[in-house]
């Protein structure tokens, strides 16, 4: 299937060496352990998350648990099984009383506009009514790019021109979404990273207003990463959450990269749930993140 395809190369720069290093070592000594550390790392898994793991290792070896190389695989996948759904929760988090109001935040480019769409196709083909607001108001390609999106999965997009105040479109799409009785009503955010303090104090502004709207929302942020910038990611995911309490990662790209084995480190270095993942440009390639099926495709 598409998941496991999508793992492919991840699978390759990490569930392969591994056995590939199994093969080479017929006994478990410090050069081997060595060689299991410099995979972890090659694969995206992070220095803390690999220290880790790492510890994990040499106490399953005391402890008997790992005897032989070939030991290793099945140990690991039990040890990242348990980091991934350490904590997971479900997909969704619906409001007591509709609108759910769900805020999107992340740099450009990771596929945070796309990702709106598909997160909207997925509630909409859920028989739910859905609303995209057009808070990225900085750049009016942002705006077209979502009002496509609106065309393609029949919800309705409330935006303003390019340069108006998000915090303004976001006020707006409250007040529509709960006059329409909409069930879900997705924000889309600026994502310029070069003037950090001004994003964050705009993400707050946002934040502020609606929930002077509706006291509990937004119900989720959702903060989307790009799954090929590796560590990078790890690194973003800090950033946002110091300005924004993120309740959720959309981990993007998923497909076609190596460095997949970020989504690992992620989990076990932020505790913040990865929720969806990104499996492609289509409309249907956003998946909530279920994490046996995702241990089960990358191993
Ligand atoms: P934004 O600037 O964050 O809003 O990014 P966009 O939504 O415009 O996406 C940037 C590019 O990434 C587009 O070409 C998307 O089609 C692509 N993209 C988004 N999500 C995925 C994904 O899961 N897999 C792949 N392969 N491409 C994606």
Do not use: C
């Amino acid at each position: 299937d598409k998941l496991k395809a999508g793992l492919d190369k991840t699978r390759k720069s990490f569930t392969e060496k591994i056995e590939q290093l199994v093969v080479g070592y017929a006994t478990i000594d410090d050069e081997f352990l060595d060689d299991v550390e410099a995979v972890l790392l090659s694969a995206d898994v992070g220095v803390h998350t690999t220290a880790k793991l790492m510890a994990e290792i040499k106490s399953g070896i005391k402890s008997k648990e790992i005897q032989a190389p070939e030991q290793l695989k099945p140990f690991l996948q039990t040890k990242i099984s348990a980091i991934l759904a350490e904590g997971a929760t479900p997909d969704r988090l619906f409001a007591a009383q509709p609108p759910t109001v769900i805020m999107v935040v992340g740099i450009n480019g990771v596929g945070k506009t796309t990702t709106i769409g598909k997160l909207g196709n997925y509630y909409r083909e859920q028989g739910l009514k859905v609303m995209l607001a057009a808070g990225d108001t900085f750049r009016a390609a942002a705006i077209d790019q979502l009002e496509i999106w609106g065309q393609r999965t029949g919800a309705e997009v409330i935006s303003q021109f390019e340069g108006s105040d998000p915090a303004a479109v976001a006020f707006d799409a409250v007040q529509s979404a709960k006059a329409q009785k909409a069930d879900i009503l997705i924000i889309d955010t600026a994502g310029r990273l070069h003037t950090k303090a001004n994003l964050m104090e705009e993400l707050k502004k946002i934040k502020r207003v609606i929930s002077r709207e509706i006291p509990d929302a937004p119900h989720e942020t959702l903060l989307v990463l790009d799954a090929t910038t590796g560590q990078n990611a790890i690194n973003q995911a800090r950033l946002f959450g110091e300005a924004a309490p993120v309740s959720g990662i959309v981990l993007t790209k998923l497909d076609g990269t190596a460095k997949g084995g970020v989504i690992v480190g992620l989990k076990a270095e932020l505790h913040v749930p990865v929720k969806w993942i990104g499996v492609g440009e289509g409309i249907n390639d956003l998946r909530p993140f279920v994490p046996e099926e995702f241990s089960r495709a990358l191993f």
